[in-house]
């Protein structure tokens, strides 16, 4: 059973018994949306996003390319490597550096 999460987003085809799953367990999702490149995936459970904005320089009145990362966690239900990009919504704190996790697969 798939619970309606309240973004226009692709739910996932498979189904997973993970209780932090926005689609199939209990985490509710609430504030920012983060889209970025996923950086490193080798934990079972968490990802690192990589997000780039621009960032004003105001001595010399231009824009510099600037970059954070941010953890998210992975549900079973979604499949992702290195190099995805994907969208993350805010949560609850899951751990001491974890309060994202992943809604969608972009590309």
Request: include cysteine; glycine fraction near 4%.
């Amino acid at each position: 059973m798939t619970r309606n999460i309240g973004l226009q987003v692709k739910v996932p085809k498979t189904e997973c018994h993970d209780d932090l799953c926005p689609f199939h367990g209990t985490l509710s999702i609430r504030g920012k949306l983060v889209q970025g490149k996923v950086v490193s995936a080798r934990a079972p459970k968490t990802i690192v996003v990589q997000q780039e904005f621009p960032r004003l320089d105001i001595k010399y009145k231009r824009y510099a390319r600037s970059q954070s990362k941010l953890h998210a966690h992975r549900p079973q239900c979604i499949d992702v490597k290195e190099g995805d990009v994907v969208l993350t919504a805010e949560c609850r704190p899951l751990s001491k550096s974890v309060s994202f996790v992943v809604v969608e697969v972009v590309s």
